[in-house]
């Protein structure tokens, strides 16, 4: 029995199944360098646990859209306001 892979397509990236044995899972960011927001870390986890779990499929690819693979994590948005922190104990200054 196949399993949609489809539904675990997301806003930021959209996921198939190409010859019922590739995954192909491509990142729709280029705006963002592809970077990928924390919050969807655990849904691509979850993906990967099924394809690991998936005796059909033999290859799992993942690109990006635009001039990038992948900056990686999106940190920009998780750390935003933090140069009005306070500096933790033995941490360097900031540049001004």
């Excluded at 990236?13 to 010859?19: E, G, L, R």
């Excluded at 799992?60 to 635009?66: E, L, M, Q, Y």
């Excluded at 009005?84 to 001004?96: E, F, I, S, T, V």
Aim: net charge positive; with cysteine; charged share 25%.
């Amino acid at each position: 029995m196949s399993i949609d892979y489809s539904k675990y397509s997301e806003d930021i990236y959209k996921v198939k199944v190409v010859d019922n044995r590739f995954l192909l899972v491509t990142l729709d960011r280029p705006k963002h360098a592809n970077s990928i927001p924390t919050k969807y870390h655990a849904k691509l986890d979850a993906l990967w646990t099924q394809f690991e779990n998936d005796p059909q499929l033999r290859v799992a690819i993942i690109t990006g859209k635009g001039k990038f693979f992948c900056a990686g994590a999106d940190l920009k948005g998780e750390f935003r306001g933090i140069g009005d922190m306070p500096l933790a104990a033995g941490a360097l200054p900031q540049a001004p």
